[in-house]
């Protein structure tokens, strides 16, 4: 058998032609955990195979696989549209393996048996109640085995309450994804006795609510009515979420493979795979499944778990590769390590021939089979998540290396770069389907709490391979970059719309990116901004060739523009030259899934079509009058000549239609009225721009000497307007309780007052008094002391002048 290089071998060096033609870009590479020159096994240098690990297809992609597959397409974009190497991109769809088998099946027996129970008769509350046991019994053993319905709650909240709280389960340390598990499992078995409680329900809410503890207990009970040869069971359900995939991932703007490939399609190639491996000497049966021997690997020199050697070990990582195999006994194993590569048929699994008896394949074979019969025996990138490291990757990269060892073979190095992506948590915790603690991404597009563009931009300004947890401030500085982006696109877009409008008259200077002048012109840009492009983009090269830095890169488009937007003097070649190579970066990270070659900048930043014939005339007509207003006369025959009628190409153009007539008659009843002042006009303004516009979606930004911006009203402006308008009511609240806490605060002290100082002093306390009424013997008789009398006074003084203050205020 051919020995196996255990150390990695960097490609072959290329020739000096092909080595100029390099970018020389290095990429932080899995198998030699650091930065490594790439180099690609094309001999010119050029074309690139790579295989990337697809979704496992059983439920909708979820925030956890947008970090994946947006990051990894964010790679390939820079691979392909910056540095301009052919990549050829392979992706697997994971359409068998025991997820998907056992989710598949539980559906297909429960939609079965729902079909048979049309009304939530006592025989289905009777087989819910022993679901809702068997759950509670397996799931959540501190409830003990005779839970009922009925009293789920005080005992979920007596054994598990401090879960629920945020602790973990023993108290010692902070929870992880074993307190999420309990979670998901309370808040099921939660639902389940919800459901039996209520005594009236239609059977759709009630098969809804008790779903998950019914799916696996009339699994237990059925699963052998499933044939292995009916495929279609199975196939259904990947079909459907595989479609839902690519629906996400082009929402995303994430592109498609060049090449899907899917297990259910390989059956007999990866059997002739495994057979392959068998032959030369490095794979075993047992009981019609066939084993992977990691001894016999290393014995003739391979090396195993070159990824995550400290791994390769861990039972429970391994038990996790290996699925329901993991429950079998593994005396029979020549090493502890040793992993599946064709499992035997159980029942109610989906089944092919082989050498070995009907049996599926394992999950880490299909990959292997797949991407050496679309790259050959060696390929330049294999991705994705990190959690695919081990033992799928090494186990992966094993399994495909003993392959091409065949005897008098020279020895080959499957992949040459394994590029990981870092998770996503959310909490905490990894997101995953397992835990159902995602938020699927068609949830997160929907409710608005992301955009394609917010959600891509979020990842650029995190590192691909580091794990990032989506916080307040991750997605604040997120915002914040897109805002100083969109802001500086839409005036660079006024830009060019007024040149056109009015030829080389604005080939003068921008006042520090506020707008330009409309006429005059200065040669030149500020000397601070000289040579500040051809920086940026040296800058920005370096990043993206030191291992895909994108976090550098974003930091310097932003850098660029702010030194653009705080110089005062820019020429208008200069703004628009940095404004395009921003465009071109912007693009090439998929900022922009509609972008037009001849467009500045992203999309979204126009105002509607429809509604241009009539804005950008009404904008330079308040222009005119706002510019007449303060300089103290509104000259109305002057202005007369603005105030025709603006026809609309269609009906959807007609509300931005009406809002220019309007304030044209507006105007017009301004003029007719002679005592009509120049803060009238002025107040007629503000109310296009912060009332009838701004219901239209759109927004002016008034600048001084200089033409209204007009722009789409962002959430960013509405926020910023609801702050102001919170913080104004909150000024206004605070500002008229302390009027009422001052008015109290005086009525307190004329209330006070009523009380004369005559009789201030004739209480209990003491016995007589004087004609003032200050006391001169207390209760017992004795004669009130001198230093007593003394304060007693000052309080009689205090309470005199209260009284004479209220005597005041009750008029004559």
Same mark, same amino acid.
């Given at each position: ?47 690139v ?14 925030l ?8 990894t ?14 990549v ?12 998907i088998?056992?989710?598949?099946r539980q ?5 079965q048996?729902l ?18 046991a ?40 902070p ?13 099921t ?29 009339i ?5 052998h ?20 995939f ?19 399609e ?30 016999a690997?290393e ?163 995190g ?83 030191d ?34 190579w ?26 509607? /079509? $429809?509604? @241009? %014939?009539?804005?950008?005339? #009404?904008?330079? !007509? ?8 303060? &300089? ?30 309007a ?5 017009a ?6 005592d ?23 927004y ?6 200089l ?28 500002k008229e ?8 605060? /005086? $009525?307190? @002290? %004329?209330?006070?007052?009523? #009380?004369?100082? !005559? ?8 016995? &007589? ?44």
């Amino acid at each position: 058998m051919a020995t196996v290089q255990p150390e990695w071998r960097s490609p072959p060096a290329p020739s000096a032609q092909v080595q100029q033609r390099l970018p020389g870009l290095s990429v932080y590479n899995s198998l030699t955990r650091s930065k490594t020159p790439f180099v690609p096994i094309d001999p010119d240098g050029q074309k690139v195979g790579w295989y990337a690990c697809g979704p496992t297809v059983y439920d909708d992609a979820h925030l956890g696989h947008a970090r994946n597959y947006v990051s990894t397409d964010i790679i390939r974009r820079i691979l392909t549209d910056y540095f301009r190497f052919h990549v050829t991109f392979v992706m697997n769809i994971t359409d068998v393996d025991d997820k998907i088998i056992l989710a598949a099946r539980q559906q297909y027996l429960l939609s079965q048996w729902l079909a048979r129970h049309t009304v939530v008769d006592q025989e289905m509350r009777d087989m819910t109640t022993q679901a809702f046991a068997a759950y509670s019994e397996k799931n959540l053993p501190l409830l003990g085995a005779e839970v009922l319905p009925g009293s789920y709650d005080q005992q979920a909240s007596r054994a598990y309450g401090h879960v629920l709280q945020g602790e973990s389960l023993d108290r010692q340390g902070p929870p992880g994804d074993k307190e999420a598990k309990i979670k998901m499992h309370l808040r099921t078995a939660d639902s389940a006795a919800q459901a039996l409680k209520a005594t009236r329900s239609s059977t759709e809410v009630f098969a809804a609510k008790v779903s998950g503890v019914l799916l696996p207990y009339i699994d237990s009970l059925e699963k052998h009515t499933v044939s292995g040869k009916d495929h279609d069971i199975f196939t259904t359900l990947t079909k459907r979420y595989e479609q839902r995939f690519f629906d996400d991932m082009e929402s995303l703007n994430v592109r498609t493979p060049d090449k899907v490939t899917r297990v259910t399609e390989y059956g007999q190639q990866i059997v002739d795979f495994v057979r392959a491996i068998e032959v030369n000497g490095y794979a075993y049966e047992h009981e019609g499944s066939v084993y992977y021997d990691t001894h016999a690997w290393e014995s003739s020199g391979g090396v195993y778990a070159r990824l995550e050697p400290w791994n390769r070990n861990d039972k429970e990582l391994q038990q996790d590769g290996e699925g329901s195999l993991s429950t079998k006994t593994t005396g029979f194993k020549r090493s502890g390590a040793d992993f599946a590569l064709w499992k035997a048929s159980k029942e109610g699994e989906p089944s092919w021939s082989s050498p070995w008896g009907e049996g599926r394949p394992g999950w880490h074979i299909e990959c292997s089979a797949m991407a050496s019969d679309i790259l050959g025996k060696q390929f330049d990138i294999h991705s994705g998540g990190i959690d695919l490291a081990f033992p799928h990757h090494d186990n992966e990269l094993a399994q495909s290396e003993a392959y091409w060892a065949h005897k008098g073979c020279e020895s080959v190095q499957w992949v040459n770069y394994f590029l990981h992506m870092g998770h996503l948590s959310i909490q905490g915790s990894k997101m995953s389907k397992s835990l159902k603690n995602f938020t699927t991404v068609r949830e997160a597009i929907a409710k608005g709490d992301f955009t394609p563009r917010g959600l891509r931009i979020v990842f650029l300004l995190g590192a691909w391979r580091d794990g990032l947890e989506i916080t307040g401030e991750v997605v604040k500085a997120g915002k914040a970059w897109e805002d100083k982006l969109d802001n500086f696109f839409i005036k660079v877009r006024d830009i060019q719309r007024r040149r056109d409008e009015h030829g080389q008259a604005l080939d003068g200077l921008a006042n520090g990116l506020h707008g330009l002048s409309t006429n005059g012109s200065t040669n030149g840009s500020g000397a601070a901004l000289d040579g500040a492009l051809e920086d940026a983009k040296s800058k920005f090269h370096n990043a993206l060739c030191d291992s895909f830095d994108t976090p550098t890169s974003m930091r310097v488009i932003s850098d660029l523009i702010t030194a653009y937007n705080s110089e005062k003097k820019v020429s208008n070649d200069a703004l628009l030259l940095a404004a395009q190579w921003a465009t071109d970066m912007v693009v090439m990270f998929g900022l922009d899934g509609d972008h037009q070659e001849a467009r500045m900048g992203w999309s979204g930043l126009d105002i509607p /079509e $429809q509604a @241009k %014939l009539s804005v950008y005339p #009404l904008a330079q !007509l308040r222009d005119r009058v706002r510019e007449q207003a303060k &300089a103290g006369k509104v000259d109305f025959s002057e202005l007369s000549e603005s105030l025709g009628d603006k026809d609309t190409a269609d009906v959807a153009g007609q509300p931005y239609a009406n809002a220019h007539a309007a304030f044209q008659h507006k105007l017009a009843e301004l003029a007719s009225n002679p005592d009509t002042s120049p803060k009238d006009y002025l107040a007629a303004c503000d109310n296009v721009r912060d009332t009838v516009l701004w219901n239209l979606d759109i927004y002016l930004e008034d600048r001084d000497g200089l033409p209204a911006l007009v722009r789409p009203l962002s959430q960013s402006l509405r926020e910023e307007r609801a702050n102001k308008e919170s913080a104004a009511a909150s000024k206004a609240a605070a500002k008229e309780k302390a009027k009422v806490d001052a008015a109290a605060a /005086e $009525q307190g @002290k %004329l209330d006070k007052g009523k #009380l004369s100082h !005559l009789e201030l002093f004739r209480t209990s306390e003491y016995s &007589a008094w004087d004609a003032e009424g200050m006391p001169t013997h207390d209760v017992e008789g004795k004669e009130v002391a001198k230093s007593r009398t003394k304060k007693l006074r000052k309080e009689w003084e205090r309470q005199r002048k209260a009284h004479e203050g209220w005597l005041a205020t009750q008029g004559p």
